[in-house]
């Protein structure tokens, strides 16, 4: 049967891809629904049809699905965060370790590895420290803010993520009320006018602080006392700033930060490590399943004390300072000055005086270190992007021939890449563990352990 455009379909969801989503079998022809789970039959319309496949709108869960779970957050399905809150949150491990298993295999080639037990949280909830809220305009003219809908830069209005922590609220209830008092206007992304583009707050889970950093088109807000006034009345609150984005681009924040009141960062800790994170750094945003997941770092690495380790796209040196208590000499490179000035004051709050750090590309600090002073690594630690690893990169590490190379990742497709890179360059890639930090959604992190063949 031919199948078209806007055709009304029932199936049965049999199997979940690499997004979330749920594909079907209409006639042997695939289906794609977003929003459908495993086992459920499901009414669509179809949106896009190409030669073998489509993709389906949802209409009607016509037979729910024993793996479905309520989600908490009424607004999933619209906003573009979470992709798999309808899933039961052991599903949602299970569909996180087959993706890890799945991209390791196809995409690595690799068949001979001990897979671990996925590492998942016990509130996949509330689990954020962190949230970055664009602020635009309703159709009806009221400032609104929440979160882009898939794919697109639609707000979907939502001042209270069932991801997040409940002081986002409190906070952006302020900003907007502020913004409406005095009449600043929210950035039009297509004019490029108007002033508010983005509220990012940070709360620190194990030291209560929290921070708020509001993004703008101009380098000042007006009446910023009032602002100021308004979020010291939150008691949590130890740092405001603007931070000044007058490019019309995606990105988010620009380079220069301005403190309106209290400290430029705030702190926290991960185990016995304290933290200080300044807004434009980056910091894992689960400090809970981040503790997990750099023990696992930790056990992988296998340090005696006696090793120098490499930590590459070390972001404000939270890896490095985790490895420093166990190694001789720990080397971190990040691509963000603001992030190494805060891993350098990191390392001296907590007294670990056998650190060091460069700001860089990896893939040219490694290489410049290597060629120029000959530096050595008993232990390469890389923790990239999702784009993965540069080649230059992987090419030095191969000359460098350490013993063991951990690799964390937040992409396993392009760790599975890199993972054949190292693997034909000599190295075996032992075992792997996959950690989840991202409740709801499809994400998934990974460690995984490479020694050198003998
Ligand atoms: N290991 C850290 C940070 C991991 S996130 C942690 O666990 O907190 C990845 C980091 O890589 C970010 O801090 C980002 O700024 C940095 N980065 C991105 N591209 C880079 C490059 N080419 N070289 C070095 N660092 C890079």
Known sequence: ???QKNDIVTLEILDCGADGEGIGKADGFTVFVKDAVIGDMVKVKLMKVKK???YGKLLEVVKASSLRTEPKCPITRQCGGCQIQALSYPEQLRFKERKVRGNLERIGGFSDFVME???????PYH???KAQFPVGKSRDGRIITGFYAGRTHTIIENRDCALGVPQ?????????????ENHVEPYDETTGRGLVRHVLIRYGFASKELMVCIVVNGTKIPKE????????????LRSLSINVNQKQTNVILGDELRVLWGQGYIEDSIGEVRFQISPLSFYQVNP???KRLYEKALEYANLTGKETVWDLYCGIGTISLFLAQRAKKVYGVEIIPQAIEDARKNARINRIKNVEFFVGKAEEVLPQEYEKNGVYADVIVVDPPRKGCDEKLLETI????????????????TLARDLRVLCNGGYELVKGCPVDMFGGTEHVETVALLVKKR
């Open 1 to 3: 049967m031919e199948y």
């Open 52 to 54: 073998h496949y489509g």
């Open 117 to 123: 037990p996925i590492l998942g949280m016990e509130e």
């Open 127 to 129: 689990y954020r420290n």
């Open 168 to 180: 986002n609220k409190e906070v952006l209830d302020r900003v907007i009320a502020y913004m409406e």
């Open 225 to 236: 006392e009032k602002l100021v006034k308004s979020l010291r009345e939150l008691s949590e």
């Open 288 to 290: 809970l399943q981040t």
């Open 398 to 413: 191969l000359q460098m021939q350490p013993k063991r190379i951990v690799y964390v990742s937040c992409d396993s497709a």
